[in-house]
């Protein structure tokens, strides 16, 4: 069993002055595994005012610097890429294959940030006046657990490409990633107090990152919920905000898709990551002449999904984070029988065979209305519901009707079809028949799906002030 008990603050490994003790579970299987001391508000205040003293000088470094910065980041992130597969299997449960594309995913944004600050220019000339982008100050950077180590490493690499200095809460949840990305970025050698990393609660290290005077930015991945409270606390020192949150996407399937390309795209992009991932496309909307032929089509192709043992190769969806996460998609489940909806296939329990562990059976429910729970809410498990539509009107009506913005999907036959579709979209991003994401363009969502954008351009200026000279 392991135990981390160290936090990261000024260059240094430190015991923290909380002595809360977390637990740390296998999903696959609800056994204990480690536990992690979480730090405290004290602790946060502690690794504020060492991000502070390195400010001052950091923000002066050159671009060429903190692009080499940010290449020995990717560097150690990659060389521990076997071991973080395994941390990201071990205490989160995701799939093998997906655990690395994750270990992968964490080094590949900071190679990415690098390319983007080779090609960005601070200054530039507005009519009469210089116009200089300059970095904030102290981001405060808040992780959740279905992403941990990518969102550590993609948020500090625009910190860093900034010119900032940072604190970092990671998910307790997550403790075994942190550790392993905190040797890594340990190892490329940043100055003292450019990044701190504090293990602790939402409640205690994060609402200090979010009232505390001398924080300029936070940056947070994870729930609605959360971000609101983030956004109120943020409002009374006026501090810049990027919230990335939920999302409860649509997958527009037009009257012209070939169900054969479809139904794949359909399945892959409600059960990535295990279903807990906030860009899922967990509304399918068919059209009505097509709804028979395509439940045919996805109820074959679901009972081809394995859920179960996350080192088994055949395996493509894993056991949900926690219990508490396992008992909320169950609750979702009867919930969609209760609505009145029809379960198309899975259903409550584990998975056949499974005894142990906090594995959900793939479920699928049809004769879904837009207005039932199971069609409003983010579930963050492998829960996909199906609602029929009469006319292209009305389907993007449908896929708009939901107070989240984040992602939406389109499959057709006609690719200039679907992109006129996708311009009426209310979503940060729209993926068509399967497109692979380009890692540079912004991401980010609408209305309840947060505020501002990561990725690029967008995500490094979202940590840059313009200052205008003139004279």
Request: with cysteine; aromatic share 8%.
């Amino acid at each position: 069993m392991e135990t981390i008990d160290q936090i990261y603050v000024d260059g240094a490994y430190v015991t923290p002055h909380g002595t809360e003790l977390f637990d740390l579970h296998n999903p696959a299987t609800g056994d204990m595994i480690g536990r992690v001391r979480l730090g405290d508000e004290t602790d946060a205040r502690a690794a504020i005012a060492a991000a502070k003293r390195a400010f001052p000088a950091f923000s002066q470094t050159s671009k060429a610097d903190r692009i080499a910065m940010l290449r020995r980041m990717h560097d150690a992130v990659t060389a521990r890429a076997d071991a973080l597969t395994e941390a990201v299997i071990l205490e989160y449960g995701a799939p093998a294959s997906r655990a690395r594309w994750m270990a992968e995913y964490a080094a590949s944004v900071l190679a990415d940030a690098a390319r983007t600050l080779e090609d960005y220019d601070f200054t530039r000339r507005i009519g009469s006046a210089t116009v200089t982008m300059e970095p904030l100050g102290v981001v405060g950077i808040i992780t959740p657990w279905n992403s941990n180590a990518g969102f550590i490493c993609s948020k500090l690499a625009m910190v860093v490409a900034s010119g900032s200095t940072c604190v970092i809460k990671p998910s307790e949840m997550s403790a075994m990633q942190t550790r392993i990305v905190l040797e890594a970025l340990r190892e490329a050698g940043l100055p003292a107090g450019a990044f701190n990393i504090v293990n602790g609660r939402g409640d205690t290290v994060g609402a200090e990152f979010s009232t505390h005077p001398d924080i300029a930015k936070v940056s947070f991945t994870g729930s609605t919920a959360t971000g609101r409270a983030i956004l109120k606390a943020a409002s009374d020192t006026f501090k810049r905000v990027t919230l990335e949150l939920g999302g409860k996407s649509p997958m527009l399937i037009l009257d012209d898709a070939d169900f054969a390309e479809a139904v794949p795209f359909a399945l892959q992009a409600g059960y990535m990551n295990s279903g807990q991932a906030c860009i899922a496309g967990t509304r399918i909307l068919v059209p009505e002449a097509r709804l028979a032929e395509f439940e045919a089509a996805i109820a074959a192709g679901v009972a081809t999904i394995k859920s179960g043992d996350p080192r088994d190769p055949a395996t493509a969806i894993g056991p949900m984070v926690s219990e508490k996460q396992w008992q909320r998609v169950q609750s979702y489940i009867r919930r969609g029988i209760e609505e009145g909806a029809t379960l198309l296939a899975g259903g409550e329990g584990r998975p056949e065979g499974e005894t142990g562990g906090w594995f959900v059976r793939p479920t699928i429910f049809t004769a879904v209305r837009n207005d039932m729970a199971i069609a409003r809410d983010e579930i963050f498990g492998p829960v996909l519901s199906i609602i029929a539509y009469g006319s292209e009107e009305e389907a993007i009506a449908i896929a708009n009707d939901t107070s989240y913005g984040l992602h939406a999907y389109v499959a057709s036959a006609d690719p200039a079809r679907a992109r006129k579709v996708a311009g009426r979209l209310v979503a940060g991003r729209v993926i068509i028949n399967g497109a692979p994401m380009e890692p540079l363009a912004p991401f980010g969502g609408f209305k309840h799906s947060g505020i501002g954008r990561e990725n690029g351009v967008f995500g490094l200026e979202a940590y840059l002030e313009p200052k205008a000279v003139m004279g």
